[in-house]
């Protein structure tokens, strides 16, 4: 599939009282046309705020400092914030579902005039056709009766609801990319498998491109095709999912499937944590900032600044000196 | 006494906790709800007994009837043999002893103007467990020890700590009365996925170190719930729907629900993701005000029959320890 997105060197920085917050730090990928890619992290590491910035939705004290986005030809940072080229680009082309489908709806608004407005204001549709398509769009999301309910309020929905009406509104413009910002988070377990079952069927039949950030592996093992694993502003390892899940070699990926219990496990399996806590971003050293965790640290480590990200097979790439293919605890 | 009870530290039987719904000038009572509509279940000494379900399935009502802050609306809860639910608030003081909660949020649950010393050590006090200051610093000092913090840190404040360390505060503070029981409350899914692993761990240690301790595990995520506990109760809308051992969960379940729950939660592996069954359910789970009439699960249910509407389906064994709630299995 050809490349739909470039994401180069990417730096985004929080101004603080306490000292520059570097969110992320030079990140670097790409998505494909009709590619479903996992992007995955603890709170922190910055997954969200890279795709954020991707939308340029950073708003003070954040700032992003450098790289480039290139989307369909063109380097979306090059475009200002608030102009008309980016909001062509926002919404219609690259759209974004956020965690809180209870704070991301606007409550005074019924659930139909927040879903005309984008077909009005990008699609150029009158109020009675985007209406028929916002009725067409809630009913493809699966939510019943939608003639009736397009007039209710969002305090009317549930959180899956909710969060039905959010995929609805993201993919009312048939972007090439809908960005889904920890989608099933704050949702009950079975509500969270149809979702996510659904947004897969609604990017197919849309022919876009689905970006999952999340903090849960199972979600992106079972959904997506590429998966990002990312570590205090940076991306630690890239590659296929099967390449990530069969052999992981960054040691903070190796890590966390440790230390999380599966369903399918044998009885009496220990779970081994990753020592330690996630850095703080401020002040960082320049060497791997999962070094202090680490528990396959050789001296290499210590003395050189965090290498990038080398392949160590096609298409799996990690950021770290060691030799992790050794078990060692 | 009779022999075959005497491992027997928890007999709840034929729990109801309805809450009523009130309306108007006069407060006049307008409906329930069910939160809890007739639960049996037995934990002995030593055990887990893990407690699974979406939200408003119950589970966290239960847990607050067995630690007696609420007075039930029906039924029995046995605490070595004494019965909570009909006790005088009283002798409740005395009973508490024995039994400890650990909350969800260690953001929320420590108070900020409390040192974690004291924090630690106001249930000695309380219960009188101690006599003089020596004995009390020293106790504070051990439990620190125990859950693996720094007894150094004993005069710092909550917002020093890390969640990780919060949530080990809120497991000493448990831990001071030498309980039989604890009832863990979601402990460990305000924190980060690195750090769910060294809580789970510290509460596995502790059983294996402390004789006679009980865990009543209450959570949303079957891997977890799975991985820690003994016995499984699964719950649906103040039900429990099955119950049984936690390896016989994942290789053999029973009931629907518990079907579609496990084929709702995603393993993080790729290569087992692939040949698992999906079940994706219908609907959402039905307000607690409302139930529908018969087995409360049916209009969901993707094996349900006439029959199933007609009356609530009782717990039956099936096998040894493993009983379902469906007239379907």
């Given at each position: 599939m050809p490349e739909l997105l470039r994401v180069n060197d990417l730096k985004t920085q929080f101004k603080t009282e306490s000292g520059v917050v570097r969110a992320v730090d030079g990140v670097s990928y790409y998505i494909d046309e009709k590619e479903i890619v996992g992007l995955v992290g603890e709170s922190g590491c910055g997954k969200s705020v890279s795709q954020l910035s991707v939308m340029q939705l950073i708003s003070a004290?954040?700032?992003?400092t450098g790289g480039e986005v290139l989307f369909q030809g063109q380097n979306l940072l090059s475009y200002k914030a608030n102009g008309p080229e980016m909001r062509n680009v926002r919404g219609a082309r690259i759209a974004m579902i956020f965690q809180e489908p209870m704070t991301s709806l606007n409550p005074v608004l019924t659930i139909g005039q927040q879903l005309t407005e984008m077909l009005v204001l990008h699609l150029k549709m009158n109020d009675e056709a985007a209406r028929k398509r916002a009725v067409e769009l809630m009913t493809m999301v699966g939510i019943s009766g939608a003639e009736k309910r397009i007039d209710d309020y969002p305090h009317h929905f549930s959180g899956g609801m909710r969060q039905r009406v959010m995929i609805a509104m993201g993919l009312s413009c048939n972007p090439k990319i809908l960005i889904a910002d920890e989608p099933t988070t704050a949702l009950d377990v079975t509500t969270q498998a149809q979702l996510l079952e659904m947004m897969k069927d609604m990017v197919q039949h849309f022919a876009a491109s689905l970006v999952i950030v999340t903090h849960n592996l199972g979600v992106v093992a079972r959904y997506a095709q590429r998966i990002y694993i990312m570590y205090a502003g940076r991306i630690v390892e890239s590659g296929t999912t099967k390449d990530i899940f069969g052999h992981p070699r960054h040691p903070y990926t190796i890590g966390l499937l440790k230390c999380i219990p599966r369903l399918d496990e044998e009885e009496g399996t220990k779970l081994v944590p990753i020592v330690g806590l996630p850095p703080n971003?401020?002040?960082?050293?320049?060497?791997?900032?999962?070094l202090p965790r680490c528990s396959y640290k050789i001296d290499k480590c210590f003395k050189?600044?965090?290498?990038?990200?080398?392949?160590?097979?096609?298409?799996h790439f990690i950021?770290?000196?060691?030799?992790?293919?050794e078990k060692k605890q | 006494m009779n022999q075959v009870h005497d491992d027997v530290l928890l007999n709840v039987s034929d729990l109801k906790m309805y809450f009523p719904v009130t309306r108007g000038l006069l407060r006049r009572k307008v409906a329930d709800v069910k939160a809890v509509d007739g639960v049996s279940f037995k934990l002995k000494k030593d055990e887990t007994l893990g407690l699974v379900g979406e939200s408003g399935c119950g589970k966290t009502t239960i847990g607050r009837c067995v630690l007696g802050l609420y007075r039930p609306t029906a039924g029995k809860v046995l605490f070595q043999e004494k019965d909570i639910a009909a006790l005088p608030e009283k002798k409740l003081r005395d009973i508490r002893r024995s039994m400890a909660l650990i909350f969800q949020d260690p953001y929320s649950s420590?108070?900020?103007?409390?040192?974690a010393g004291s924090i630690v050590g106001e249930p000695l006090k309380i219960h009188h467990m101690v006599f003089n200051k020596g004995e009390y610093r020293e106790k504070v000092e051990q439990l620190f020890r125990i859950v693996g913090l720094d007894p150094g840190m004993s005069d710092r404040f909550p917002h020093e700590f890390s969640g990780g360390q919060r949530q080990r505060i809120g497991v000493a503070r448990a831990l001071a009365c030498d309980p039989a029981l604890i009832v863990c409350d979601e402990p460990i899914s305000a924190l980060d996925v690195s750090i769910q692993a060294q809580i789970i761990n510290l509460l596995e240690e502790l059983q294996d170190s402390v004789k006679g301790l009980s865990y009543l595990f209450i959570a949303h995520d079957l891997s977890v719930v799975r991985h820690i506990s003994d016995r499984v109760a699964v719950m649906y809308l103040g039900h429990i729907m099955e119950i049984c051992k936690s390896r016989v969960l994942y290789e053999n379940p029973l009931h629907p629900y518990t079907r579609a729950l496990l084929s709702a939660v995603p393993i993080a592996d790729p290569f087992v993701e692939e040949t698992r069954e999906r079940i994706i359910l219908k609907g959402e789970v039905p307000s607690p005000m409302n139930p529908p009439p018969g087995c409360a699960f049916h209009p969901r249910?993707?094996?349900?029959?006439?029959?199933?509407?007609?009356a609530v389906p009782p717990l039956r064994t099936i096998t040894e320890g493993h009983e379902v709630a469906c007239i379907r299995v």
């Open positions: 004290p954040g700032k992003i971003l401020i002040n960082m050293p320049p060497t791997c900032a999962f050189e600044p965090w290498p990038d990200l080398n392949p160590v097979d096609t298409n950021r770290c000196y060691a030799d992790t293919r | 420590l108070d900020p103007r409390q040192s249910c993707f094996m349900a029959i006439p029959e199933c509407s007609q």
